[in-house]
């Protein structure tokens, strides 16, 4: 029986949870690699989302509820062989509050790639399917390479010099024309300037002249995922209106979910096994808000060992006839050596 290569999906992806401390210097531990990626959220208290890659380095974030440009920061100071190391008291990363960080492993610091018309620096782990890429926009039509060798079924892009520009992403299951953004609740819409009507392959992905994915001058981070069996699956489902939700197969179980509806102005939802051990998960936080994480009785959300289920009739994931998409990351395969079982 055929099953993933990936046997311990949390090598490559792990949420790892912590408290802060207040204090100038935090070791947290438990992620289980040195991370390449790592996206912080107060989960008690409002504030900002923090990203930061192996690529920009830990000084420099990004925060996926706003516009704005890079900024150099005290907030992270390393990433560690088990983890990362905060480097500040702010309330952002290491206040008195429970937070949540999400963890992907890449290649390190990254290499030069010419696949592509644009020159970038690749950091891409062709195992998990996950890459860091940084280029500089051209303005014109034109092809970054990513490294996966894979096609890359998402794409999140944003520009590390503008705060006008937003976090404008390719999703396969909207087509090479469409657009949707992660710092926004708007629908997903159409345009040949975003992707150049063109989807990606398993060696680029190509621009359009939208200033968000290709301002001329623009230094951009993007951050790419190629689908791998029994590890992470990115796709869409359609809404049935009902508190028993669409049961969505990913063919493991979820360690990690977002959603997103596509057809309409929702945030873009975020779940995770780490924050609800058992079903119903309630606790969301929302990628495109500052918000402090919800835990009321609306929007819950079931994994199981094969798939995820709404069990709510709103909008935000399960409204009768509309559209969503998601990412999701295992935090165990269906099927292999160590198969899931259901929580």
């Keep these: 029986m055929a099953y993933s290569v990936i046997k311990k999906p949390s090598d490559y992806f792990n949420t790892k949870l912590y408290t802060g401390n207040s204090s100038s210097t935090h070791a947290v531990t438990g992620v289980g690699f040195q991370p390449d990626l790592s996206w912080f959220k107060n989960r008690t208290g409002a504030g900002s989302h923090y990203l930061f890659d192996a690529i920009r380095g830990v000084t420099k974030s990004i925060s996926s509820d706003t516009t704005s440009a890079e900024a150099t920061q005290s907030y992270l100071s390393s990433f560690d062989t088990d983890g990362f190391t905060l480097g500040s ?8 509050y429970n937070y949540a960080s999400w963890n992907w492993l890449a290649n390190g610091t990254g290499v030069a790639n ?27 039509n034109a092809t970054v390479g990513h490294g996966l060798g894979a096609v890359p079924k998402v ?17 396969a299951s909207l087509g090479n024309t469409g657009r949707i953004r992660l710092n926004l609740t708007d ?5 040949q300037t975003n992707w150049n009507s063109t989807t990606p392959t398993s060696s ?3 621009l359009g002249t939208n200033l968000d994915v290709n301002g001329s001058g623009e230094n ?3 951050y790419c995922f ?17 508190a028993d939700g669409t049961f969505v197969y990913t063919g493991f179980k979820p360690a990690f979910v977002m959603i997103k509806r596509t057809d309409s102005a929702d945030g873009w939802q975020m779940f995770d096994n780490k924050r609800d051990l058992s079903n119903p998960g309630i606790h969301r936080l929302e990628a495109d808000s500052s918000a402090a994480e919800y835990t009321g009785q609306a929007d819950h959300l079931d994994m199981y060992s094969n ?19 998601y990412m999701a990351f295992a935090e165990q395969p269906l099927v292999g050596d160590n198969p899931a079982t259901a929580r």
């Design 307 to 325: 798939g995820f289920k709404p069990r709510y009739s709103g909008g935000n994931l399960n409204g009768s006839g509309a559209t969503y998409i």
């Design 114 to 140: 010419t696949d592509g018309d644009i020159a970038s620096t690749v950091s891409a782990n062709t195992t998990s399917g996950f890459s860091i890429v940084s280029y500089t926009g051209t303005g014109a």
């Design 187 to 191: 629908a997903a819409t159409t345009g």
């Design 220 to 222: 951009i981070i993007a």
């Design 226 to 242: 190629a689908e791998k069996q029994g590890f992470s699956k990115f796709g869409s489902y359609t809404g049935n209106g009902n």
């Design 89 to 96: 008291a702010s309330n952002n990363v290491n206040g008195a």
């Design 204 to 206: 680029v992905f190509s």
């Design 155 to 171: 794409i999140i892009t944003k520009s590390r010099s503008n705060s006008s520009y937003n976090w404008t992403s390719y999703f």
